[in-house]
């Protein structure tokens, strides 16, 4: 294996938003036009989904849902492989292989599992083996380069050790040891309530909604309670934070001198954000419309991603299976 080789997964859980978009789609998005790597893969981490035990209807559809959301998004399927992390799966094969090289102390110290036994949860296996799925998300196609956040730089620390151990005990470089890569981040961007917008905390602007539902998102937006003709700072305001990611820099400068004179209220500047929000999500629910009545196409990117990743998977698998020993009819 050679070449870099960049590799991310995508959990398939809910309505995608802005914050996923600017603190995930568009940085990835920068990555995959870059140039820097031979190859990017993007997969749909529908496997690991099923640690939160979801009804399978439930899957279904959220995975169906964010193939489509990243597709209209911009991930670009002639510069990226874009696959099922289920129609690889040769990935869980691997997994079971690289358990035999993880600790149980090493994955209680995993911060997920952490956090849901401290919050009086049962895990399940599923859950506490997470980290080890992931390295062999990672592994499986010899990937270079991770983009991580915060909450991943574990996960990849973790991959890192298992293949430093396979590697020492094969007294070969089976796996490149990953690094992660840190995207040109734009920030966290606040909800409606000002906190990080999540989907866990219901205080999205979702990428994809209708226009209604849209608009109230944009109406919920948490001010102070200034009046109308007072200066105010718009640095301070949950609706400015977002004008910055979306309004064009002409209106936005205007945005902010009324803001800063007086004179602009907080309807004025949510009815003026809700404006820019239709013309900048105007192209991406086009596409998405267009894919939604395509399914053939949909079908053949992920079978061609499939394609690739399978071939690649095999290739590794063959290597791990003879180090390790386990073999196959056609081995006599
Ligand atoms: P959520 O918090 O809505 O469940 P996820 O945890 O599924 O979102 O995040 C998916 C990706 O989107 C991650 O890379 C994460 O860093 C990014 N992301 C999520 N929310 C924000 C936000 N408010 N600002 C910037 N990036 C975000
Ligand atoms: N754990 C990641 C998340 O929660 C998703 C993921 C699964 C992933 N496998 C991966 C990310 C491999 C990068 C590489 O967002």
């Given at each position: 294996m050679s070449g870099k080789r960049l590799l991310t997964g995508i959990k398939p859980s809910g309505s995608v938003h802005l914050g996923n978009y600017f603190g995930a789609v568009k940085p990835f998005q920068e990555l995959q036009?870059?140039?820097?790597?031979?190859?990017?893969?993007?997969?749909?981490?529908?496997?690991?989904?099923?640690?939160?035990?979801?009804?399978?209807?439930?899957?279904?559809?959220?995975t169906q849902e964010i193939i489509l959301d990243y597709?209209?998004?911009?991930?670009?399927?002639?510069?990226?492989?874009?696959?099922?992390?289920s129609d690889v799966p040769r990935v869980t094969e691997l997994t079971w292989m690289l358990?035999?090289?993880?600790?149980?102390?090493?994955?209680?110290?995993?911060?997920a599992y952490k956090d849901a036994v401290a919050h009086g949860k049962d895990?399940?296996?599923?859950?506490?083996?997470?980290p080890v799925l992931m390295a062999a998300d990672i592994l499986l196609y010899g990937s270079t380069h991770v983009p991580v956040g915060e909450d991943q730089k574990q996960h990849l620390e973790m991959t890192r050790d298992l293949a430093e151990e396979v590697n020492a005990d094969c007294a070969k470089e089976i796996f490149p040891l990953p690094e992660s890569?840190?995207?040109?981040?734009?920030?966290?961007?606040?909800?409606?309530?000002?906190?990080?917008?999540?989907?866990?905390?219901?205080?999205t602007i979702e990428m994809f909604a209708d226009e209604k539902t849209l608009r109230k998102q944009v109406?919920?937006?948490?001010?102070?309670?200034?009046?109308?003709?007072?200066?105010?700072?718009?640095?301070?305001c949950n609706i400015y934070a977002l004008h910055k990611h979306i309004t064009p820099a002409d209106d936005l400068a205007e945005i902010e001198?009324?803001?800063?004179?007086?004179?602009l209220s907080y309807k004025e500047s949510k009815e003026q954000l809700f404006e820019s929000l239709k013309i900048f999500l105007e192209p991406f629910r086009e596409r998405r419309h267009d894919l939604t009545n395509n399914s053939d196409e949909v079908r053949r990117i992920l079978q061609e991603g499939a394609d690739i990743a399978n071939a690649e998977a095999e290739k590794t698998m063959r290597k791990v299976r003879s180090e390790l020993g386990i073999l196959s009819y056609s081995d006599f």
């Open positions: 036009n870059a140039h820097d790597f031979d190859q990017t893969f993007l997969f749909i981490a529908n496997y690991h989904a099923l640690t939160g035990r979801p009804t399978g209807s439930d899957l279904t559809e959220m597709l209209a998004m911009g991930i670009n399927e002639s510069k990226t492989v874009m696959f099922l992390q358990n035999n090289f993880m600790s149980v102390a090493h994955l209680e110290r995993a911060h895990p399940n296996v599923g859950l506490f083996d997470y890569v840190i995207p040109n981040r734009t920030g966290i961007l606040p909800g409606t309530d000002g906190n990080k917008m999540s989907k866990s905390y219901g205080n109406m919920a937006i948490v001010t102070d309670s200034k009046r109308p003709e007072e200066p105010k700072n718009p640095e301070e001198r009324g803001y800063r004179e007086g004179g």
